[in-house]
């Protein structure tokens, strides 16, 4: 038996409302009526069920999907490759938050979108039952009726109620979408993925290809190559204390007592808490250095000329720091005088 | 018959009462209230259509105008990247100029049209109908054109294939401990879900459009509405799918910004280094973008005939909400500041030169454009609903929060904490030419823009018209707002 599809347009609820109650009085079941219209009218208004629908997995498996990337981004790539950053660990907690929220959120938008043209089988692909006064404010009740017998009766019911247009066609005019729309997005998604797959595999060095890389050939790299230039002769010597044979690195203080004095208070403050008190290199902090602390009062402290003991204090050696900023150079002075008197040569009496 | 709209008619029939007295407030309330005053779908439709369709001679001299300024700054950038970044006024203690200030002023404004559409949608304001789509494209548009000053600001971008690691062999990676890639991150989310957001509700507009246009209109329509005909299914599942992703998608918001405020406030630099950055930004962006809207909708009202549409009573209500902007932007610049002052730190006490210093007149008409001009007048409804007010001020306002980014940027910049390093920065012609033009590129886009998408949400104005009706109380008859689900 021929099928027929039939549309009509109303240009009321009320009437719209008692038109689906009469068709659904001829025996055609809810399923099998639409209801068209340019305001999201809720379905109770006609008397309708709300129609299902199913967001819910869509929206957790885009979140599920964003939490897998959010993973894969802050957990499995810092540790394929590696990016030491002072202080941090390879996947700390406060950008990992800020990755997992931002790719959820984009993913359960992206997820519940795509359920949405899914449960709405878009793109429709096929002809519809449509009228374009829909659009215009009219409300179109499609009926898709079982038989020509049922259809006349639905037209009398439309026309009772002064549809402003009956549309009648065979029902065959209208196939289904089918899966019509799955193969669009299945299509599409497919392609999609494939974008995204390609440059993937390059960059996780799944596939490897003999690309030039010209980064480390450019002017300011070479400029910093070796071998090293000699300085020009007529080159500004360095500034500050360097040892030149035969020369004292600074204009050095005469050793007096008050000059040990000073340099005793100053050992004190700066160098006590590695070498000790007494300079024999059993500091609190010097015992717990490895290779340990050397002694002041002991002969390799004497083997060491004054300007050279100057120039350890200023620069530095081993693990001991530069104490340039923190001592003048004559303050450096009084402590080197204090060293000397710890044992070891005597000091060198004026310059 | 008055209380309740006669259902057994269309919605868009007027039933005027016939006592007088009645009558003319039903006449009144129709002129305050577009809800309340609905056309024929018809005739609406008719409105928008012809609005799309007519390219008269002002069209053209605005696309010629605007085309010139993008011209512009295609040229200065062709320039800029021929001669090097080094023609431009950055220096070494400000590297980061009007670029980076013009990204965070073209994001800024971009936030205001999600978040009228997202957060008024979920609290259900009628205010928003007509105005949500011209907001959410100043979204799109304002994203894309900051998606832009990257890529100008890099110099040399030739090399931008560095950034990205495909493929492998230059072993760059995108380190997600850095700020710059939370920030890139927010911005790419955003502008996904702020698309999705739009299409979705354009689809019953696309459909209208398709249904009563002609030619390559008809058929592009056709191919965008995606076969929507407005069955329940439909509408019921589109209402579902706005409301996740306006969850989602107010947050996310609330990121973009603050991510932007993080790639300054996650540096050392004195005057950056703020707990505050972040919701500070934000109040920022939303204040700039609420103004951006009104300005838009004022032109849009005017060229494009939309006087039925854009009322008092939504002029009324930006303003309110422009104003309420103001106050937080205040309350945050304040908070940052009296930190500031309170340490006393020597180098943050560097950039307090503004007060009196070189930066002191943009300081003043920052202050001027951000708190005297819009507290000092959009308390007054007759200045909210008076057009060229509303123009001025909210020009002011964008003048002020542009100055407010480049102080923040350039201008705290320049004083770090070697004074050795301290620089002052004057931009150079190339700087100026390329803001411009981008500007003039944001609003030739936006021009185009207006004559393919249906700029008026029409379903959201029908939806409201239909749901609202008058009730009697007393000798008075109001608006009421009927709530269907």
Redesign the interface.
């Known amino acids: 038996m021929t099928k027929f599809m039939l549309l009509g347009l109303f240009?009321?609820?009320?009437?719209t409302a008692t038109v689906v109650g009469e068709v659904r009085d001829l025996g055609i079941k809810d399923s099998e009526m639409?209801?068209?219209?340019?305001?999201?009218?809720?379905?109770?208004?006609?008397g309708?069920k709300?129609?299902r629908?199913w967001?819910l997995p869509f929206?957790l498996g885009g979140m599920a999907v964003g939490v897998l990337i959010a993973f894969f981004?802050?957990y499995i790539?810092?540790r394929l490759?590696p990016?030491e950053?002072g202080g941090?660990g390879l996947t700390?907690v406060p950008?990992?938050a800020?990755?997992y929220?931002?790719?959820m959120?984009?993913f359960?938008?992206?997820g519940?979108?795509v359920?949405?043209?899914l449960?709405?089988r878009?793109?429709?692909?096929v002809r519809?039952m449509?009228d374009?006064r829909?659009?215009?404010?009219y409300i179109?009740v499609q009926v898709l009726a079982p038989s020509e017998a049922v259809m006349e009766q639905v037209v009398k019911v439309f026309e009772n109620h002064h549809a402003a247009v009956v549309k009648r066609e065979d029902a065959a005019g209208f196939p289904d979408q089918g899966m019509r729309h799955l193969l669009f997005w299945g299509g599409l998604g497919a392609a999609g993925l494939v974008a995204v797959l390609v440059?993937l595999l390059?960059?996780?060095?799944v596939v490897?290809?003999p690309?030039i890389?010209t980064?480390k050939d450019t002017v300011v790299v070479k400029a910093q190559e070796g071998p090293r230039r000699a300085a020009p002769p007529d080159a500004v010597p360095i500034q500050g204390p360097v040892l030149i044979a035969g020369q004292p690195a600074t204009e050095r203080l005469p050793d007096t007592p008050e000059s040990r004095e000073r340099g005793a208070a100053l050992f004190s403050i700066n160098c006590a808490m590695c070498h000790g008190p007494a300079g024999n290199g059993e500091g609190v902090v010097g015992l717990k250095h490895f290779p340990e602390t050397p002694p002041l009062d002991g002969e390799r402290a004497a083997a060491l000329s004054d300007d050279a003991i100057f120039l350890v204090i200023t620069n530095g050696k081993n693990r001991m720091p530069s104490l340039a900023e923190n001592l003048s150079p004559g303050d450096t002075w009084d402590i080197v005088n204090y060293v000397r008197s710890l044992g070891g040569a005597p000091a060198e009496a004026g310059q | 018959m008055l209380e309740s709209r006669a259902d057994s008619s269309p919605f868009w029939q007027p039933h005027d009462p016939e006592d007088e007295h009645l009558a003319e407030q039903v006449e009144h309330g129709r002129e305050e209230h577009l809800l309340l005053d609905p056309l024929p779908p018809a005739e609406n439709n008719a409105i928008v259509l012809e609005s799309m369709n007519k390219t008269g001679k002002a069209f053209w001299m605005a696309v010629l105008g605007l085309g010139g300024l993008t011209l512009a700054f295609l040229a200065t950038w062709i320039v800029q990247i021929f001669s090097g970044i080094g023609v431009t006024g950055l220096n070494r203690s400000v590297m980061w100029g009007p670029y980076i200030a013009n990204l965070i002023y073209f994001i800024g404004i971009g936030h205001a049209g999600t978040f009228i559409s997202a957060a008024l949608r979920l609290l259900r304001m009628d205010f928003k109908r007509p105005i949500a789509r011209a907001a959410e494209l100043i979204t799109l548009f304002g994203l894309a054109v900051a998606a832009l000053f990257p890529i100008i600001h890099v110099g040399r971008i030739w090399k931008l294939f560095y950034m990205m690691p495909i493929p492998n062999q230059r072993e760059l990676w995108p380190n997600f401990r850095s700020a710059l890639f939370w920030d890139m991150t927010a911005i790419t989310t955003y502008i996904i879900g702020s698309t999705l957001f739009m299409y979705l509700a354009l689809l019953p507009d696309l459909a209208m459009a398709r249904d009563h246009s002609t030619g390559w209109r008809r058929k592009i329509y056709r191919a965008l509405a995606l076969g929507w005909r407005g069955t329940e299914g439909e509408w019921h599942k589109m209402e579902s799918t706005s409301n996740i992703l306006s969850y989602v998608i107010i947050p996310v918001m609330f990121s973009v910004h603050t991510g932007v405020s993080w790639n300054l406030a996650m540096s050392i630099q004195p005057g950056w280094h703020s707990t505050v950055f972040g919701p500070f930004f934000v109040a920022g962006a939303l204040f700039s973008g609420v103004a951006a809207v009104i300005l838009v909708m004022i032109v849009i009202r005017k060229t494009m005939r939309f006087g039925y549409f854009l009322r008092e009573e939504h002029f009324n209500a930006m303003g309110l909400f422009l104003l309420i902007m103001s106050f937080t932007w205040i309350y945050f610049y304040f908070a940052e500041w009296i930190t500031n002052w309170y340490g006393n730190l020597p180098m943050e006490k560097a950039i307090q030169r503004m007060l009196t210093g070189d930066l002191a007149p943009l300081f003043y008409l920052m202050l001027f454009a951000n708190i005297v001009v819009p507290v000092g007048t959009l308390w007054s409804r007759r200045v909210r609903t008076s057009l060229p007010a509303m123009f001025v001020i909210c020009v002011f306002i964008q003048i002020g929060m542009y100055i407010e980014r480049v102080v923040i940027v350039s201008g705290f910049l320049s004083r770090n904490e070697l004074p050795f390093n301290w620089v002052n920065y004057t931009p150079h012609l190339p700087e100026v030419l390329i803001t411009i033009g981008t500007f003039g590129f944001l609003a030739l886009m936006y021009l185009l823009a207006t004559r393919v998408v249906p700029i008026i949400p029409l379903w959201e104005v029908y939806e409201g018209q239909a749901m609202q009706a008058t009730r009697r109380i007393g000798r008075a008859i109001l608006p009421t707002r009927t709530e269907s689900h």
């Open positions: 240009d009321n609820v009320t009437t639409e209801i068209m219209s340019n305001i999201p009218y809720a379905s109770k208004i006609f309708r709300t129609p629908q967001f929206a981004m802050s790539t810092p490759y990016i950053v941090q700390p950008p990992s800020i990755m929220f931002e790719f959120a984009l359960t938008m992206l519940a979108f359920g949405f043209l449960q709405n878009f793109p429709i692909l519809q449509y374009e829909i659009t215009e404010g179109g440059p390059l960059t996780y060095d490897r290809l690309w890389n980064m």
